[in-house]
């Protein structure tokens, strides 16, 4: 017999293979959901907003003095894979804007500084640099999570908008008790609370399906030290009793872990029905995969975030399949999500990562349309009344993008879909993905209106 030899597929082959199989770019199926709901009055090429900064600027071409942006991105740190993916976004999205005749005909232009491991000090070091040196007239970025909020002040005090990912409900509270500081603060994903009841009620509904049945009631959780992992953890906490879940297990880790050899005995000793960790560094959880792979008990197994890093399924490799997360902020792979990875690719290749590259893409759009709308923007400190008009803007603006819709709720954070709102052109969703074959993209697996496939319980399950 003649053997069979099967080309190695690329990272953007495989996309393209996965938008074939899921109906392509005009599908009608639920996974298609949103091409109707929103695309075509949006632009359906996924330029999200282009058609309204035309129209805004009337055909006018960008000129004139440049208006100057800035990002703190964490190059050097352990969300360097990320940083990266979040100056592709940044960058795409001020070309194409600029292409359109940038923001009341004036261009805008880009200023970036490195946040390293995104210490307090750090953070607020750059958002002091951008403001100082080059004059910003907002701040707009991905995480900078472990700095706490410390550079709210900061950019506060020079009054120009700042948007960003943190995904942390301390924002919220920060905001609601402090509106006529941080008037000018928004994070425009939902809060890291959502991810713990999320992650239960989406359990719920696969028992209830009959897709998986719990062997026990107990839950083995490890989070991380910081506020985002004691937050998802509190949220599992908070809701664990409605579904009749207990703890196993409930322990607090300290970052970076080394060894999770120690946490594992003790998932061995009593195996739980699901071990879940919160402590979002995917650094760090590549070694729970790999030690849980060597002798896996009948258990689930979440990893907070890191499933959605093509560098962290390249480390873990089979091990990997059947493990799942979720996120509260991802570019969705309806219509609008699919061709955007398909520019993505074509334009930066394969080291790049659309859904995460998507998120501050739709950042830099929300703010710009809402500048255009406003007439303007204003300069740090003396421009803080125009500011005030496009932050105006940006809290009653509903913008539909490539990771859904930005509808700014209390406390000025993204509206989450289903946790908050039944409507999903009004909210974010929530996406639970898997791992499902690791040298393919992650599959979504919820909510039903964005499933790119069904769940599949883990090759290591019992039953």
């Known amino acids: 017999m003649i053997p069979i030899t099967r080309k190695k597929l690329s990272k953007k082959q495989k996309f393209e293979q996965e938008l074939e199989a899921n109906g392509g770019l005009k599908g009608t199926t639920r996974r298609g959901f949103m091409t109707t709901a929103g695309a075509v009055a949006i632009g359906a090429v996924g330029v999200a907003g282009a058609?309204?900064?035309?129209?805004?600027?009337?055909?006018?071409?960008a000129a004139g003095d440049p208006i100057p942006l800035g990002a703190m991105l964490p190059f050097t740190g352990w969300g360097g894979a990320d940083a990266k993916n979040f100056e592709i976004g940044i960058g795409m999205a001020v070309e194409e804007i600029n292409s359109w005749g940038g923001i009341n005909g004036r261009p805008i232009e880009l200023h970036i500084e490195d946040?390293?491991?995104?210490?307090?000090?750090?953070?607020?070091?750059?958002?002091?640099?951008?403001?100082?040196?080059?004059?910003?007239?907002?701040?707009?970025?991905?995480?900078?999570?472990?700095?706490?909020?410390?550079?709210?002040?900061?950019?506060?005090?020079?009054?120009?908008?700042?948007?960003?990912?943190?995904?942390q409900y301390g924002h919220q509270f920060a905001v609601r008790d402090n509106p006529d500081k941080y008037w000018n603060i928004?994070?425009?994903?939902?809060?890291?609370?959502?991810?713990?009841?999320?992650?239960?009620?989406?359990?719920?509904?696969?028992?209830?399906?009959?897709r998986w049945k719990r062997p026990n009631n107990k839950i083995a959780l490890f989070s991380g030290s910081i506020d985002y992992a004691t937050t998802i953890a509190g949220g599992i906490r908070d809701?664990?009793?409605?579904?009749?879940w207990e703890f196993s297990i409930d322990d607090v880790v300290s970052q970076p872990v080394n060894d999770w050899g120690p946490s594992l005995v003790r998932?061995?000793?009593?195996?739980?029905?699901?071990i879940a960790t919160t402590h979002g560094v995917p650094s760090d959880q590549t070694g729970i995969?790999?030690?849980?792979?060597?002798?896996?008990?009948?258990?689930l197994l979440y990893v907070q975030y890191?499933?959605?890093?093509?560098?962290?399924?390249?480390?873990?490799?089979?091990?990997?399949?059947?493990?799942?997360?979720?996120?509260?902020?991802?570019?969705?792979?309806?219509?609008?999500?699919?061709?955007?990875?398909?520019?993505?690719?074509?334009?930066?290749?394969?080291?790049?990562?659309?859904?995460?590259?998507?998120?501050?893409?739709?950042?830099?759009?929300?703010?710009?349309?809402?500048?255009?709308?406003?007439?303007?923007?204003?300069?740090?400190?003396?421009?803080?009344?125009?500011?005030?008009?496009?932050?105006?803007?940006?809290?009653?603006?509903?913008?539909?993008?490539?990771?859904g819709t930005i509808k700014f709720m209390w406390g000025q954070a993204a509206t989450p879909y289903?946790?908050?709102?039944?409507?999903?052109?009004?909210?974010?969703?929530?996406?639970?993905?898997?791992?499902?074959?690791?040298?393919?993209?992650?599959?979504y697996v919820s909510p039903d209106l964005y499933a790119t496939q069904d769940w599949m319980n883990p090759p290591w399950m019992k039953g």
């Open 306 to 403: 890191a499933l959605q890093l093509r560098s962290f399924l390249d480390i873990v490799k089979e091990s990997g399949e059947g493990v799942f997360c979720s996120t509260t902020i991802g570019t969705l792979k309806d219509e609008m999500g699919s061709a955007f990875g398909k520019r993505v690719f074509e334009k930066y290749g394969e080291g790049a990562t659309p859904e995460v590259v998507g998120q501050v893409y739709d950042s830099v759009y929300t703010w710009a349309i809402a500048a255009a709308r406003a007439g303007g923007t204003g300069e740090p400190y003396d421009g803080v009344e125009q500011n005030k008009k496009v932050c105006h803007f940006l809290r009653e603006q509903i913008y539909r993008g490539v990771v």
């Open 239 to 244: 809701y664990m009793d409605q579904f009749g």
């Open 186 to 210: 928004f994070q425009d994903d939902p809060s890291e609370y959502y991810y713990g009841p999320g992650l239960l009620y989406f359990l719920d509904s696969l028992e209830k399906s009959g």
């Open 51 to 61: 058609n309204t900064l035309q129209a805004i600027n009337n055909g006018a071409k």
């Open 418 to 443: 289903p946790a908050e709102t039944n409507d999903p052109s009004l909210g974010m969703p929530t996406l639970m993905m898997q791992c499902q074959k690791w040298q393919d993209p992650v599959q």
């Open 267 to 274: 998932v061995r000793e009593d195996p739980p029905a699901l």
């Open 115 to 167: 946040t390293k491991n995104m210490s307090a000090e750090d953070v607020t070091k750059a958002a002091q640099r951008l403001i100082d040196r080059f004059g910003v007239h907002a701040i707009i970025n991905g995480y900078n999570s472990p700095s706490v909020r410390a550079e709210y002040d900061t950019i506060s005090d020079a009054g120009i908008p700042y948007i960003h990912d943190n995904t």
């Open 289 to 299: 995969v790999t030690g849980f792979a060597e002798a896996p008990t009948n258990s």
